[in-house]
């Protein structure tokens, strides 16, 4: 998990610890994507009403999404 969290932080997506209303997903993608976080909230509403799976893709991101500020483990030989 934590090569799929290190992807993540290389890719520059990351939760961050400010400005988050339940896990900060929303506010990450909008930082990564450079877009008002308020857009990428409507977004997601608006996924939700339609059918499919988009609290799954929020839980998954959720997981898989470091906090700011997050260190991978060193690895050990």
């Given at each position: 998990?934590d090569?799929?969290?290190?992807?993540?932080?290389?890719?520059?997506?990351?939760?961050?610890?400010?400005?988050?209303?339940?896990?900060?997903?929303?506010?990450?993608?909008?930082?990564?994507?450079?877009?008002?976080?308020?857009?990428?909230?409507?977004?997601?509403?608006?996924?939700?009403?339609?059918?499919?799976?988009?609290?799954?893709?929020?839980a998954?991101?959720?997981?898989?999404?470091?906090?700011?500020?997050?260190?991978?483990?060193?690895?050990?030989?």
């Amino acid at each position: 998990m934590d090569g799929i969290r290190a992807a993540f932080a290389r890719a520059g997506l990351s939760r961050p610890q400010t400005g988050r209303w339940l896990a900060g997903v929303c506010t990450g993608l909008a930082a990564r994507l450079g877009v008002e976080t308020w857009v990428v909230r409507l977004v997601f509403v608006l996924l939700l009403v339609l059918p499919g799976p988009s609290v799954v893709v929020y839980a998954g991101l959720w997981f898989c999404m470091p906090s700011q500020g997050w260190v991978p483990p060193a690895r050990t030989p």
